[in-house]
């Protein structure tokens, strides 16, 4: 038994498990905001995974409070734009569209986070084939709502803009964690991180007079549930498991791969499936992506996932 489980393709099984469990989330906002104001709902989230991670770190390290100011600054950045600004951002936005269509939205993160990088850092500026990939990504989204008759109806373009927001929150959060060198473990930050996003989801919630009123169904509750400990502290673990092991350029394409996912359980649960403009635009975006990192894509296309533990 022992010997099969070491066959076991981990690396890719743990990049198939993230892709899933960050694609659903999508499907589990659009569920659960017809019961719950958008900020709220996602305070609600990271109240529960922040306590729930919080609990894992101090029961499996003893460095489970920042104390050096890379590791408060870390965690200040990490709560206010990772947390925080991205996902207040995505609830808002996905009162206007699908699942699906904000999956897409978000998958131009990469380009983005290349972008930001290269003004900040003078060793990652971007040459002209970089610069088309990152105009290319945005055409992207230029097609996803793009006014063609019988599409227009399904994609809202205050609700596109409000994920583009989003996506630039997070792309400015990886960004600014960057230079920094916490002293706490991963598990320990992301847990604080997520508390400071709670706490400041949750003072957005109060000034922009949102309705606290819950409606407290089952689909909700299920929704809730998965999003705190599936699709946040599960997912989190994972991400950073793979980070260490094929590194960020590598670990971007889970991005491009959430559509998948969100697309079948939306089309499973919902009965809504994702059109081919807004396919045509992941690809477009993808393609942009290539592009910027087209000096590792080479790598990337000869990386043997099975090969890695």
Not at 12 to 40: N, Q
Not at 100 to 113: G, I, M, Q, R
Not at 139 to 156: E, F, K, L, T, Y
């Amino acid at each position: 038994m022992a010997a099969s489980w070491r066959k076991i393709p981990v690396i890719p099984v743990a990049f198939g498990a993230l892709a899933i469990l960050w694609g659903s989330s999508f499907v589990a906002i659009e569920i659960g905001l017809p019961h719950v104001s958008p900020l709220l709902f996602a305070a609600l989230r990271y109240d529960i995974a922040g306590i729930v991670l919080l609990a894992y770190a101090v029961a499996t390290t003893d460095k489970w409070v920042p104390r050096d100011a890379d590791s408060v600054f870390a965690v200040l950045v990490g709560g206010a734009l990772l947390i925080g600004a991205h996902h207040a951002f995505l609830y808002l936005g996905q009162q206007y569209v699908s699942g699906a269509v904000a999956a897409v939205v978000v998958s131009l993160v990469p380009v983005l986070t290349v972008t930001f990088a290269s003004s900040v850092f003078p060793d990652e500026r971007l040459s002209a084939l970089q610069y088309s990939g990152v105009a290319l990504g945005f055409v992207g989204v230029v097609i996803v709502v793009s006014p063609s008759p019988g599409h227009v109806a399904d994609v809202s373009l205050f609700g596109v803009g409000l994920l583009l927001v989003a996506a630039a929150s997070m792309a400015l959060g990886t960004v600014g964690m960057r230079p920094l060198d916490p002293a706490i473990p991963i598990r320990s930050m992301q847990a604080w991180a997520m508390l400071v996003g709670a706490v400041l989801l949750h003072g957005a919630s109060l000034l922009s007079s949102e309705s606290t009123a819950v409606t407290w169904t089952p689909s909700l509750i299920v929704a809730l549930v998965y999003l705190a400990l599936g699709s946040s502290v599960v997912a989190y673990l994972l991400y950073f498991y793979l980070l260490n092991r094929v590194g960020p350029s590598e670990l971007n394409l889970v991005i491009y791969a959430q559509p998948v996912p969100t697309t079948a359980i939306s089309w499973a649960l919902l009965g809504s499936l994702i059109d081919p403009t807004t396919m045509g635009g992941l690809v477009t975006i993808f393609g942009g992506f290539a592009l910027v990192k087209h000096d590792r894509f080479r790598r990337i296309a000869n990386f043997d996932l099975s090969s890695v533990r």
